[in-house]
């Protein structure tokens, strides 16, 4: 334990020697200003409603609840207006490309979802929905995607949701 102690900073040492400093200190500052962010969460008195947030805070999780019933989102960055959208653990994710309107009911979700995958890249203008692990569903409709770096003004993913 010892050994590997005094090898870390060694190592550390070396580094700092070599100069680079800076990048480990931006590195440890970055990691710092996500844990402050804590958990997005966005509570609903109905069943409705639209959010916008920094996909690349929190590592990428939004809560969404109405009280009865939470979601726990996840997100991360793809291509230009896609974004990829994972499950939760122990629940499902249902995407089919090309799907943008919010079914009636859960018996349509069954006939057009397709719910085979872990992560889904999700195209602007598309629903895609999440199943929790009790079973509930939320379906996101995908309103906007932003990356700064793709020319954007800031880091964001923006969309409706309807909880059934």
């Given at each position: 334990?010892?050994?590997?102690?005094?090898?870390?900073?060694?190592?550390?040492?070396?580094?700092?020697?070599?100069?680079?400093?800076?990048?480990?200190?931006?590195?440890?500052?970055?990691?710092?200003?996500?844990?402050?962010?804590?958990?997005?969460?966005?509570?609903?008195?109905?069943?409705?409603?639209?959010?916008?947030?920094?996909?690349?805070?929190?590592?990428?999780?939004?809560?969404?609840?109405?009280g009865a019933k939470t979601?726990?989102?996840?997100?991360?960055?793809?291509?230009?207006?896609?974004?990829?959208?994972?499950?939760?653990?122990?629940?499902?994710?249902?995407?089919?490309?090309?799907?943008g309107i919010f079914p009636?009911?859960?018996?349509?979700?069954?006939?057009?979802?397709?719910?085979?995958?872990?992560?889904?890249?999700?195209?602007?203008?598309?629903?895609?929905?999440?199943?929790?692990?009790?079973?509930?569903?939320?379906?996101?409709?995908?309103?906007?995607?932003?990356?700064?770096?793709?020319?954007?003004?800031?880091?964001?993913?923006?969309?409706?949701?309807?909880?059934?």
């Amino acid at each position: 334990m010892k050994q590997g102690f005094i090898m870390l900073f060694c190592s550390l040492c070396a580094l700092a020697l070599a100069g680079g400093t800076s990048e480990i200190a931006a590195r440890i500052k970055a990691r710092e200003s996500i844990r402050q962010v804590g958990e997005f969460t966005k509570k609903v008195d109905g069943n409705t409603g639209r959010v916008k947030f920094n996909h690349r805070l929190n590592n990428g999780k939004f809560v969404i609840t109405n009280g009865a019933k939470t979601f726990v989102t996840s997100w991360s960055g793809c291509i230009t207006d896609k974004i990829w959208a994972y499950k939760e653990d122990g629940g499902l994710i249902g995407y089919t490309e090309g799907y943008g309107i919010f079914p009636k009911d859960l018996e349509e979700f069954e006939k057009v979802m397709d719910f085979s995958n872990r992560a889904v890249a999700v195209n602007k203008g598309d629903v895609v929905l999440f199943v929790n692990k009790a079973g509930d569903f939320l379906a996101v409709h995908l309103l906007s995607v932003k990356y700064v770096d793709r020319g954007d003004d800031e880091y964001s993913v923006e969309f409706e949701f309807k909880i059934y």
